[in-house]
């Protein structure tokens, strides 16, 4: 009996080691029926510079796994430098680099993996690993712990249940979770909250607009504002730039609709909005990452009038003082309300998905418990010191 070749790591170079590495999840995932395969232009767009303006302030290398010729494994390498200059009290700060796109046949490749990337982010100075991001806490942040029995909406991660333990088993720790709530939302809402509704409608200093999607760009830049303000102080926040919410805006817009987005104005100035996409994970599973040959007209057909089970709520901001008051549930709970019915009577839809939430934040948690919503989904990010 031949010994198994030992794994050896190398740093991804040219279009083939790209492509190996953009493809690599078809193989992990080839038995996992809650796996979506992600359309592998948008990874093209994710982890390449001059496509995605996260590369203006960051930098990345990626390695490949391989056991001989074959490709067992990836992982991502990377320094935000904006998140670097963050203080280290939000998470972020001087040091700290960051690891993603992990994903490994085993667990000797994952080791090893790792291994490379604290090496590479030690040769960058880097003093700590923070973990994983991919590829910055906008994207799709930490690993799925819990809810690998169902599949992910959009724009959320799904991880194989044996990566927790090969993390931990490299002495990574916990440093914050990142939770998701269930919602029916056929039901009508517990009667205090209906209550606090009511009570908004009959208040004449409140406004709760839809979007207009013909003036696109000063929506977003609204959004944007009330955003870098909200969330300002949470855990990993690291300001968005000018050109990647142009960047994201560009990809969002085709499934943005202008009732499931609303802004909430107070005496006429916008303090709060919330944002609702249609699960587009239940248009594209079926592509296979791929919109050729008939993809790309399945998908604009689904588009012009998106039937959906599940809706998700993945931003949700109210500026900083208004905060810890009532003023800001009650927004909060006027705008889900608004889109609940929206959602079910336009889009046939019967459950939304809200979050992440990160698991310190009182107030998004107290709301989603008002409301009946269940954590259905528990991403987690590890730290340690290099």
Same mark, same amino acid.
């Given at each position: 009996? #031949?010994?198994?070749?030992?794994?050896?790591?190398?740093?991804?170079? *040219?279009?083939?080691?790209?492509?190996? &590495?953009?493809?690599?999840?078809? #193989?992990?995932?080839?038995?996992?029926?809650?796996?979506?395969?992600?359309?592998?232009?948008?990874?093209?767009?994710?982890? #390449?510079?001059?496509? @995605?303006?996260? &590369?203006?302030?960051?930098?990345? !290398?990626?390695?490949?796994?391989?056991?001989?010729?074959?490709? =067992?494994?990836?992982?991502?390498?990377?320094?935000?430098?904006?998140? /670097?200059?963050?203080?280290?009290? !939000?998470?972020?700060?001087? *040091?700290?680099? @960051?690891?993603?796109?992990? $994903?490994?046949?085993?667990?000797?490749?994952?080791?090893?993996?790792?291994?490379?990337?604290?090496?590479?982010?030690?040769?960058?100075?880097?003093?700590?690993?923070?973990?994983?991001?991919?590829?910055?806490?906008?994207?799709?942040?930490?690993? /799925?712990?819990?809810?690998?029995?169902?599949?992910? =909406?959009?724009?959320? *991660?799904?991880?194989?249940?044996?990566?927790?333990?090969?993390?931990? +088993?490299?002495?990574?720790?916990?440093?914050?979770?990142?939770? =998701?709530?269930?919602?029916?939302? =056929?039901?009508?809402?517990?009667?205090?909250?209906?209550?606090?509704?009511?009570?908004?409608?009959?208040?004449?200093?409140?406004?709760?607009?839809?979007?207009?999607?013909?003036?696109? @760009?000063?929506?977003?830049?609204?959004?944007?504002?009330?955003?870098?303000?909200?969330?300002?102080? @949470?855990?990993?926040?690291?300001?968005?730039?000018?050109?990647?919410? +142009?960047?994201?805006?560009?990809?969002?817009?085709?499934?943005?609709?202008?009732?499931?987005?609303?802004?909430?104005?107070?005496?006429? $100035?916008?303090?709060? &909005?919330?944002?609702?996409?249609?699960? /587009? %994970? $239940?248009?594209?599973?079926?592509?296979?990452?791929?919109?050729?040959?008939?993809?790309?007209?399945? /998908?604009?057909?689904?588009?012009?009038?998106?039937?959906?089970?599940?809706?998700?709520?993945?931003?949700?901001?109210?500026? !900083?003082?208004?905060?810890?008051?009532?003023?800001?549930?009650?927004?909060? &709970?006027?705008?889900?309300?608004?889109?609940?019915?929206?959602?079910?009577?336009?889009? *046939?839809?019967?459950?939304?998905?809200?979050?992440?939430?990160?698991?310190?934040?009182?107030?998004?948690?107290?709301?989603?418990?008002?409301?009946? +919503?269940?954590? %259905?989904?528990?991403? !987690?990010?590890?730290?340690? +010191?290099?």
């Amino acid at each position: 009996m #031949t010994q198994e070749r030992a794994v050896t790591i190398h740093p991804v170079s *040219g279009k083939a080691d790209l492509k190996a &590495f953009v493809d690599l999840p078809w #193989t992990i995932y080839a038995d996992d029926p809650n796996w979506v395969p992600p359309l592998k232009n948008e990874v093209y767009g994710l982890i #390449t510079p001059g496509k @995605n303006p996260w &590369f203006e302030h960051g930098e990345a !290398q990626y390695f490949l796994s391989r056991r001989g010729t074959e490709v =067992t494994g990836r992982i991502s390498a990377h320094i935000d430098h904006l998140a /670097l200059a963050m203080s280290p009290e !939000q998470g972020m700060g001087p *040091g700290t680099g @960051n690891w993603g796109l992990l $994903e490994a046949k085993d667990q000797e490749s994952a080791t090893a993996l790792i291994q490379m990337a604290e090496q590479w982010l030690r040769e960058k100075g880097m003093t700590r690993a923070l973990g994983p991001l991919s590829i910055s806490i906008w994207e799709e942040p930490g690993l /799925l712990i819990e809810g690998h029995d169902h599949p992910p =909406t959009v724009m959320m *991660g799904h991880d194989s249940a044996a990566y927790q333990p090969w993390i931990e +088993a490299m002495g990574y720790s916990p440093i914050k979770q990142l939770k =998701t709530y269930e919602l029916d939302i =056929t039901h009508d809402f517990p009667p205090l909250i209906q209550r606090v509704i009511q009570s908004g409608e009959k208040n004449p200093r409140i406004c709760i607009r839809k979007v207009k999607k013909a003036h696109f @760009n000063q929506e977003a830049a609204i959004i944007l504002a009330i955003l870098n303000d909200a969330w300002g102080n @949470n855990w990993g926040f690291v300001p968005i730039t000018d050109s990647e919410i +142009a960047f994201t805006g560009k990809k969002l817009k085709p499934i943005v609709y202008e009732d499931l987005i609303r802004i909430a104005e107070l005496d006429g $100035e916008p303090v709060a &909005f919330m944002m609702t996409l249609p699960d /587009l %994970n $239940e248009a594209i599973k079926p592509l296979n990452g791929s919109l050729f040959p008939f993809g790309w007209a399945k /998908l604009l057909w689904w588009l012009r009038a998106p039937k959906v089970r599940t809706m998700r709520v993945p931003l949700m901001g109210v500026v !900083q003082k208004l905060q810890s008051s009532r003023m800001a549930s009650q927004l909060a &709970f006027m705008m889900i309300e608004y889109i609940r019915r929206e959602a079910i009577s336009r889009y *046939g839809a019967t459950r939304s998905e809200i979050g992440w939430v990160l698991d310190d934040n009182q107030g998004m948690n107290a709301i989603a418990t008002a409301i009946d +919503a269940k954590i %259905n989904k528990i991403y !987690q990010i590890y730290d340690k +010191a290099l």
